[in-house]
C-alpha cells in the first residue's frame, strides 16, 4: 500500500546552495564551505502550499589540505575538527589514516560533514530522511572523498522533551546512516561518497511511487 504524504515524493527537487558571507571573497575565506540541501516539493505538482517545504539537509565541506585554526570550529563543530586533526596523516596531501583509507575510494582530499537532517511533520516516517541525506551526499561526491557524522543525544536534546527522546532520536539516526552505507568508525560514522550503496537507498521510494503499467494494458 502507498503511504499517504501531502504529494508524490518523486516530485520533490533538491536545491543546493552554497552559503558564505559576501565580503569572503579570498581564496582562503570559502573553507570550510558551508552547503544547504533544501527539498521541496515542484511547482508544476500539486500539493498544499503548508506541505510544500519538506526538509533540508545542512552539510559542510572541509579541505584535508587546509590548516585548521579554532575559527574554523564554529562552522564544522569541536568534534569534526578533532576528527580531521586525529584521521588526516599529512596535511599537505590530505592523507588519511590508512585504516580509515583503506575503505575509501580515492578522490579530492576534502570531507563532508553532516551537520544537521530535517523533516517536516508531514513528510516523517517513509524513509524520505534516508533517501533525502544519500541524494545530497551523491551529488556532492565529486567535490570530496568521504563524508562523517557523529551521531550523539547532544544534537537532539534542545528539540526532544527529556534525555531518553534525545537518546532514542540518536538511535534512529545512526540506524538511518547504516542504512545508507555509513559505517561507525572510532566514534563517527563515515561512508566512502563513492559506495554504490547511494545510488539503492533511493529504491525503497522509488518502488513505492513509481508509476505502475495498468493491468488491462499489459
Not at 63 to 73: A, Y
Not at 84 to 111: F, K, N, Q
Not at 159 to 167: F, G, L, M, Q, T
Request: charged share 25%; glycine share 6%.
Amino acid at each position: 500500500m502507498v503511504p499517504d504524504l501531502p504529494a508524490n515524493p518523486l516530485s520533490i527537487e533538491l536545491a543546493l546552495t552554497h552559503r558564505r558571507f559576501w565580503w569572503q571573497i579570498d581564496d582562503e575565506d570559502e573553507q570550510p564551505e558551508r552547503w544547504e540541501a533544501i527539498a521541496e516539493v515542484s511547482g508544476l505538482d500539486l500539493c498544499p502550499e503548508e506541505h510544500r517545504r519538506v526538509g533540508n539537509v545542512s552539510l559542510v565541506i572541509a579541505d584535508l589540505t587546509t590548516e585548521r585554526n579554532l575559527l574554523d570550529s564554529a562552522v564544522l563543530g569541536e568534534w569534526a575538527l578533532e576528527f580531521i586533526a586525529e584521521t588526516v596523516m599529512d596535511p599537505a596531501r590530505g592523507t588519511l589514516h590508512p585504516e580509515l583509507s583503506s575503505g575509501i575510494s580515492p578522490g579530492p582530499p576534502r570531507m563532508v560533514i553532516l551537520r544537521r537532517l530535517f523533516l517536516t511533520e508531514s513528510w516523517r516516517g517513509h524513509g524520505l530522511g534516508a533517501a533525502l541525506v544519500a541524494s545530497a551526499l551523491r551529488i556532492l561526491s565529486p567535490n570530496a572523498r568521504l563524508a562523517a557524522c557523529r551521531v550523539s543525544p547532544l544534537a537532539f536534546i534542545s528539540d526532544k522533551p527529556d534525555r531518553v527522546s534525545a537518546e532514542l532520536a540518536s538511535v534512529r539516526m545512526a540506524k538511518m546512516l547504516e542504512g545508507v552505507g555509513f559505517r561507525c568508525w572510532r566514534g563517527v560514522h563515515v561512508i566512502d561518497l563513492r559506495d554504490p550503496v547511494l545510488l539503492e537507498a533511493r529504491m525503497d521510494v522509488l518502488s513505492q511511487w513509481w508509476p505502475q503499467p495498468d493491468r488491462d494494458e499489459m
